[in-house]
């Protein structure tokens, strides 16, 4: 008897993707380039299960039924070159390979020609939620061969997380064709930075600007996870000030490095904006935030040199947290709105029919920014699928004409008392420049015309046009 679907990769994201594509009635062949990896496997979780254990890419290819389906988990770049190239020569016309890693969505464009080329299928799918996700439930983004969608859709959508009243929407939906699956999985992994950020930001302004004790936090956390920020970061940072160390009995969360490393997936989104020219200036922020947290030497050395101010809030407090809260919100609707900017972005110069309400409910569940919030975005693009930014959307619109005064109150408090929100600052600081009609370009065209003779256009004619700045104006005094 065959097995229904192969992979490549026993390290934790691949075999608890195994495991879950076994429990859900599927026999899995699984591979692992270390092969003792794959016999503690077998003999470990897989014990007793529908899983074959394979020593060579060979036996993994033939243990399985056509149209033959093979997922590999393994670290993302040469490796996955290496196996396609293993494979092509062992699999037939038809057969299915996927990328589930963390690739380069470039990478995926030109796998998926190379690999459809030589008669084969190929899939590069976005896989989100972690090790727990991977086992229970992720949010899956595929994309690649058009024609392998029809073969993986009944194991793949069975293996997501559910969402809906009755738990029965998965979180799976064909992404587009080529490297779209990744970059909607960038764009994914993108805006996580951003709500993580910005959760931060919430965070130090109310202990740093109204001192609130960690049990303080901890009750303003849950009461926001009742309202309209309900979401998985939300609730984990809640929890996070429950938390004791096991060894001082203090709260654990004082006890951590403030300097975050980062993996890489956030720096490309950035650099990908800037190539298209998209000011997706949130998670380019919180690129740079970790940063800027990672030189904690050189940090401690000018925080005894460089002056700042040192009070605190003076205002009331809770309206203070409801001002908090407004920020957080209305940037994270900023964030969201740069976020589908950038992929509409993406999807023109590509060529990818994306469908944006699809992408918002592939996040709804299994993922790290799962959120109730992204029904609205849903229904945001259910009505309106050629919506050019979120923010015009009317649930958008008025949600942060409602956020808007606190919001600009914490910007305003943030600077007056020297406490860095550059997430909220810069959310409100894009919002601003969006919603203007007239922004001070003019003058910009104006400089670049006087010094390169770039030119400009008019507001009242068409054409293009260059003046002789330096003749027309105005003598400066000796
Ligand atoms: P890793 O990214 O740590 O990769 C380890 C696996 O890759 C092992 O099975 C290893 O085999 C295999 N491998 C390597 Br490294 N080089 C290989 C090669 N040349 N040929 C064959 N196999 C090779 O594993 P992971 O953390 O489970 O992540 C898998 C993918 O999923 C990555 O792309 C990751 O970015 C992505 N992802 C991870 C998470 C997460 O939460 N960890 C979430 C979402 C996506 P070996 O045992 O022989 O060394």
Redesign the pocket.
């Known amino acids: 008897e065959k097995c229904d679907f192969g992979l490549?990769?026993?390290?934790?994201?691949?075999?608890n993707l195994a495991l879950n594509v076994e429990s859900r009635g599927y026999s899995v062949a699984v591979y692992?380039?270390?092969t003792e990896?794959t016999d503690a496997f077998i003999a470990g979780r897989a014990a007793g299960k529908k899983f074959v254990g394979c020593h060579t890419l060979e036996d993994l290819v033939k243990s399985l039924k056509t149209p033959r389906k093979v997922m590999m988990?393994?670290?993302?770049g040469?490796?996955v070159d290496?196996?396609i190239e293993s494979l092509l020569p062992l699999m037939d016309k038809g057969d299915i390979i996927i990328d589930?890693?963390?690739?380069l969505y470039s990478d995926t464009e030109r796998r998926t020609k190379y690999v459809e080329e030589k008669g084969l299928l190929y899939s590069g799918t976005g896989?989100?939620?972690?090790?727990e996700?991977?086992l229970k439930g992720p949010s899956l983004m595929p994309g690649g061969s058009e024609a392998a969608w029809p073969e993986l859709k009944e194991i793949f959508q069975s293996i997501a997380a559910k969402v809906g009243p009755n738990d029965d929407i998965p979180c799976c939906e064909w992404v587009g064709p080529r490297g779209a699956g990744h970059y909607v999985k960038m764009v994914h992994n993108g805006i996580e930075y951003g709500d993580m950020q910005m959760i931060c930001e919430a965070y130090f302004l109310l202990k740093h600007g109204i001192g609130l004790t960690n049990e303080e936090l901890y009750d303003v956390f849950a009461e926001w996870n009742k309202g309209e920020l309900q979401s998985y970061l939300i609730e984990i940072t809640r929890d996070i000030f429950s938390v004791k160390d096991e060894k001082t009995g203090d709260f654990l969360v004082d006890k951590v490095l403030d300097r975050a490393g980062a993996?890489g997936t956030g720096k490309w989104m950035s650099q990908l904006a800037l190539d298209l020219g998209v000011p997706s200036t949130l998670v380019t922020t919180a690129v740079y935030a970790r940063s800027l947290s990672a030189v904690k030497e050189a940090r401690v050395r000018a925080s005894k040199v460089l002056s700042g101010p040192t009070e605190t809030y003076s205002g009331d407090k809770q309206e203070f947290i409801n001002h908090v809260r407004d920020a957080l919100y209305a940037s994270k609707i900023m964030s969201y709105a740069q976020g589908f900017v950038q992929l509409q972005a993406a999807a023109a110069e590509h060529d990818w029919p994306l469908n944006y309400g699809d992408c918002a409910l592939l996040w709804r569940g299994g993922c790290i920014i799962r959120a109730q919030f992204l029904d609205r975005i849903k229904e945001a693009f259910d009505a309106d699928a050629n919506l050019e930014n979120l923010l015009l959307a009317p649930y958008f619109t008025d949600a942060v004409k409602k956020a808007e005064a606190g919001w600009r109150n914490v910007v305003a408090t943030a600077a007056t008392l020297g406490i860095p929100a550059p997430a909220f600052a810069g959310a409100l600081a894009y919002y601003d420049g969006y919603r203007r009609a007239n922004l001070p370009a003019n003058l910009l065209q104006a400089q670049r015309d006087y010094f390169g003779a770039h030119t400009f256009q008019r507001t009242d004619e068409e054409g293009t046009f260059h003046a002789e700045w330096l003749k027309l104006r105005k003598e400066p005094e000796a």
Do not use: D, F
């Open positions: 490549i990769g026993l390290a934790v994201m691949g075999e692992n380039r270390t990896k988990l393994v670290k993302a040469p490796a290496a196996i589930g890693g963390n690739t896989v989100s939620g972690g090790e996700g991977a993996k």
